[in-house]
């Protein structure tokens, strides 16, 4: 016997709404922190964006910045990787957009500050062409976002060289 077209669809809505519900989120995306940021910038309510819709979110990056000021991943030694640039610029947007976590801003800020030049420098040869894109976006977002970005006046250049080869990439 073959089920009714109504009782297909009755189940399809059940598990549409089990499944798009805000607690079982984190099953389809990824646990980066940069993934996180950007879904704790989406309001509940676009109309009055007075609170985020995934709360959830905007916790989670308030409790797991690294102690050194940084979110994102670290290599096997231990140390942040170039992925931690963005990761770290969307999370404090994301805090910003909400006027939270000023003390996590300012721990975020004063490691991009101290460790933007050397993870650049050192990762300068092989960037990654979505952190070429990517980068220099967040740079912009994070400034419009009001967020006193300062960066060491020895990454200036590799910073402008960045933002050239991003609008090739963006030209092609």
Known sequence: MEPSKSSIQSLVSEIKKEVFSNDNLHE????SAYDTAWLA??????RKQNCPMFENCLNWILKNQNQDGFWGETNDEGLPTIDTLPATLA???ALQTWNVGQENIDKGLAF?????????????Q????????VFPA???LAQDSCLELVFPQGSKGV?????????QILKT
């Open 91 to 93: 999370c404090m947007v």
């Open 126 to 133: 092989k960037l990654p062409r979505w952190f070429v894109i």
């Open 28 to 31: 389809f995306v990824s646990s």
């Open 159 to 167: 910073i402008d060289d960045i933002l050239f080869k991003s609008q």
């Open 112 to 124: 991009v500050y101290s460790k933007a030049e050397i993870l650049l420098k050192i990762n300068y």
């Open 41 to 46: 910038m989406i309001p509940d309510d676009p």
């Open 138 to 140: 967040m740079i912009a």
